[in-house]
T-cell receptor
Framework: GENVEQHPSTLSVQEGDSAVIKCTYS??????FPWYKQELGKGPQLIID?????GEKKDQRIAVTLNKTAKHFSLHITETQPEDSAVYFC?????????????FGKGITLSVRP | EPEVTQTPSHQVTQMGQEVILRCVPI?????FYWYRQILGQKVEFLVS????????KSEIFDDQFSVERPDGSNFTLKIRSTKLEDSAMYFC???????????FGSGTRLTVV
């Protein structure tokens, strides 16, 4: 089955700097790659996703890139703010109808220092 | 913004007792899921449910677990005889067809003592 690895496990950046979180996956049939933000005591919230037919997607300060050949995808957050501090999870899925379970990475704790 | 609602937010139960975790998915969603997250670990898939039947389940989802959609709005996870290792955060999620992603609920923290 799919295995998703996420690096690093913790990341601390200064407010205003950029943060990059990287994930690798193993299943070449995976074609849907979402990123989730989890704040303390809450469920994962989808922040951005990308499908295998595109290489990059951007939404304001957040962007995701996908390299299908190397089987890795990355989350880029620019101009970080203290409210970006949270746990971020990457995930992968075949996203084919009902059998579209997500396989998650271990998560990274991002701390943005004011 | 539509939400997935889970109740209770926290449940404490004695080992061996049955628990039912409840979820109200988003009304026009067709696919339903349960995931769990043991403290400090990955979010893990338990089961997917579509068209009133289980479409896939993980190794974790053994005979002690069952799911139901009894009335067209609620989606429940039952653990028949809880074990200490069932202590975790349980997340319900739902999605519609096409290219839309999952929406997760806020979770139920289950503590088995």
């Amino acid at each position: 089955g799919e295995n998703v690895e996420q690096h690093p496990s913790t990341l601390s950046v200064q407010e205003g700097d950029s943060a990059v979180i990287k994930c690798t996956y193993s299943d070449s049939a995976s074609n849907y790659f979402p990123w989730y933000k989890q704040e303390l005591g809450k469920g994962p919230q989808l922040i951005i996703d990308i499908r295998s037919n595109v290489g990059e997607k951007k939404d304001q300060r957040i962007a995701v890139t996908l390299n299908k050949t190397a089987k890795h995808f990355s989350l880029h957050i620019t101009e970080t703010q203290p409210e970006d501090s949270a746990v971020y999870f990457c995930a992968a899925s075949r996203n084919t109808g009902a059998n579209s379970k997500l396989t998650f990475g271990k998560g990274i704790t991002l701390s943005v220092r004011p | 913004e539509p939400e997935v609602t889970q109740t209770p937010s926290h449940q404490v139960t004695q080992m061996g007792q049955e628990v039912i975790l409840r979820c109200v998915p988003i009304s026009n969603h067709l696919y339903f899921y349960w995931y769990r997250q043991i403290l400090g670990q990955k979010v893990e898939f338990l089961v997917s449910f579509y068209n009133n039947e289980i479409s896939e389940k993980s190794e974790i989802f053994d005979d002690q677990f069952s799911v139901e959609r009894p009335d067209g709005s609620n989606f429940t996870l039952k653990i028949r005889s809880t074990k200490l290792e069932d202590s975790a955060m349980y997340f319900c999620a739902s999605r519609t067809t096409g290219d839309r992603g999952y929406t997760f609920g806020s979770g139920t923290r289950l503590t088995v003592v």
